[in-house]
DNA sequence: TATGAATGAGTATTCATTCAT
DNA sequence: CATGAATGAATACTCATTCAT
């Protein structure tokens, strides 16, 4: 019958290790030899696995969306009203720097980079892009909805996209610069800043 | 006597061959072949001009930041109070797509998560970093001291911050994503969300 | 389970390679791709085996001088008294011209040559040289001992030190002026004037 | 009437410079870039004094030798018998470490090995080997003769060859392991050795 | 599944030599 | 004579990918 097919954990295995390796080198300097030795394998058996390198990529992009989703979806368990869920998906996405997410910080900026010269990467970030701006602004459709505001679609596209845009800017400073910004700064910020619009008066927002 | 001097000139020619070649490849794939031919010139005239490729690199992160220094320092000039020179550093920041500002959008990108893995580049980006959370800070607080508010130091470095992050995240967002979000949405949102916050109460602030 | 590994031989091969390459281009001169060639491997295994072309060299090294040890250690065997065993050395150090070994002699040269500017090869070209020294004295020590002469440890050291440089000289002009000088010469002739000095009264000897 | 030819400080200038830098580095690596700037020179105008690399090597070659027999004719005014002139010559090949002459020393190391696989280079070289090795074997005829030995012309060559054998080895280990050889050792050493042979009974010499 | 040897194209960099000024 | 810019071939080394075992 064969050995049992571990064909699942090998996977994680070498994705794993992409990711660990590219957070200090980059994607073009994370060799198929480094990533196998990183994940204790011998180097034949990555392209065993993956058909080749960048399928490795794109199933690394995949995991650091199914770990941030989930991540996000524990965090909106507590929350019991819109302002709350808008906290949830903020304080999701920018609890850096603790725990080993400091790596698959530094991973998700070269992927972003990595995604302007390459086309299928670039689909499954945009992939990734597209769904968190939506729930983003569903999020802000509900807040404002239940404080009697009424945003146009274009405002509420328009803030998504900038709360969107800070959240992927913090984790470049997180991942350049931590030494010369402060620390945790970005959630509380973020959402300040955010609810203070929201709840400005609508003359303010466009 | 002997042969005039030209190497203003050439090494111009090579670090903006550098910036039109890595805007669409990273800096990996940006060859020296590449950018030679690019400039018309032969590859070995490029190492006689820069020591190596990553110095071609560190001088085109400072044209960069000379560019978007003397833009924003046009755009000072018409401002005449604090609010409309903290105008005028977002607006420059942010004003993308026009121009041809896109390659320098998407090098900037990249440059960005190179300097997470060259230490030299590192420290440019930092300087710049640096530079540009300076100033920010130093327009906030005019602003916040103008209008009578009392901001603590702390809270003004984490606006700053979390402005200059969402400036950051457009670029990347303006990169790899322009097809799916709004139009010259950035300037206009950021600003109203930072003036909305600056404009609130100060218990809002923290 | 697997592919057997044959590291052995084709390291063997590649250091082989140089050897016979190096000993008419000279070191810098014998490229990865004409070792490669000679040894019918493709460049890139060249890498593959050796971290670096200066690795191949270092590894030639400890095989010339391997080779020389156990040619020496055959000669030695059937040498009963003291004057043999000098003689055993240096017959074996001056078998010059017989066998395939003028490649390594020019090989030798060249790698004295090349000792001045590397360090590495010049820590082993050290290690070699210190250890043939210490034999030859052990070698000159026991031969004035039997024949009742008393020698100082520096005057030892001295006789060692221009029989061994004798040696080496004698690998430069075979390898650079063998049409002008005589054939089988060098052993003869030193080990006379060896002897006629060793077996001259001591006021002789300084 | 145009300027002062000054073709031949120029020409010595460079391959001074050529002495220098391949003292350390080798010929290979001693680049026309490096020799110029070490020279003060401009990289052009080392291709104007000298058609190429080569012929800068064959000047110094020719230099090294003029100097080395000057350094002998000097000495040799002083002695008055054959056997002064012998030690003449010892002396003023083997007056190593003081001065400047041990970049001679290097770089004649380094010619003997380039002599190998440059056809010109070897040709210049064997040409000053002969003429040296001529010059010994007068001195040893002259010295045996006065003191009545017959040697036999082949037994002469032998000797000056392993004579000046031992000249180029001293200087091989004068580069290569100065740290770990006696300090001014050799001339003494091969004169005693050399004499001891040549006093000895004629029945010890063949 | 797994190993690791093998390939060959690609890359940054060096350098002798030429040439415009 | 002199300068130094320009060329283009050569070189060590890397690496994704394939393949024999």
Same mark, same amino acid.
């Given at each position: 019958?064969?050995?049992?097919?571990?064909?699942?954990?090998?996977?994680?295995?070498?994705?794993?290790?992409?990711?660990?390796?590219?957070?200090?080198?980059?994607?073009?300097? =994370?060799?198929?030899?480094?990533?196998?030795?990183?994940?204790?394998? =011998?180097?034949?058996?990555?392209?065993?696995?993956? %058909? @080749?390198?960048?399928?490795?990529?794109?199933?690394?992009? @995949?995991?650091?969306?199914?770990?941030?989703?989930?991540?996000?979806?524990?965090?909106?368990? @507590?929350?019991?009203?819109?302002?709350?869920?808008?906290?949830?998906?903020?304080?999701?996405?920018?609890?850096?720097?603790?725990?080993?997410?400091?790596?698959?910080?530094?991973?998700?900026?070269?992927?972003?980079?990595?995604?302007?010269?390459?086309?299928?990467?670039?689909?499954?970030?945009?992939?990734?892009?597209? %769904?968190?701006?939506?729930?983003?602004?569903?999020?802000?459709?509900?807040?404002?909805?239940?404080?009697?505001?009424?945003?146009?679609? %274009?405002?509420?596209?328009?803030?998504?996209?900038?709360?969107?845009?800070?959240?992927?800017?913090?984790?470049?400073?997180?991942?350049? =610069?931590?030494?010369?910004?402060?620390?945790?700064?970005?959630? %509380?910020?973020?959402? @300040?800043?955010?609810?203070?619009?929201?709840?400005?008066?609508?003359?303010?927002?466009?």
């Amino acid at each position: 019958m064969g050995r049992p097919s571990n064909q699942f954990q090998r996977k994680k295995q070498i994705v794993d290790a992409l990711l660990a390796v590219m957070a200090t080198t980059g994607y073009e300097n =994370a060799s198929i030899n480094a990533i196998a030795k990183h994940a204790g394998l =011998a180097s034949g058996l990555v392209h065993y696995h993956f %058909k @080749n390198k960048q399928a490795i990529l794109v199933e690394l992009v @995949n995991l650091l969306d199914d770990t941030a989703q989930s991540r996000y979806q524990d965090l909106k368990l @507590n929350a019991s009203d819109p302002k709350q869920k808008l906290s949830a998906f903020i304080d999701s996405a920018l609890a850096l720097g603790q725990g080993s997410n400091q790596h698959a910080v530094a991973a998700w900026v070269m992927i972003g980079a990595e995604s302007i010269r390459q086309e299928e990467v670039r689909e499954i970030y945009q992939t990734v892009v597209k %769904k968190n701006l939506s729930e983003l602004q569903l999020l802000i459709r509900n807040y404002s909805k239940e404080n009697d505001k009424k945003l146009t679609k %274009k405002t509420i596209e328009n803030i998504a996209t900038i709360v969107y845009g800070s959240i992927e800017g913090s984790y470049q400073l997180a991942s350049t =610069a931590s030494e010369i910004i402060p620390k945790n700064y970005a959630a %509380k910020a973020l959402k @300040n800043m955010l609810f203070a619009l929201l709840d400005a008066g609508t003359d303010v927002i466009i």
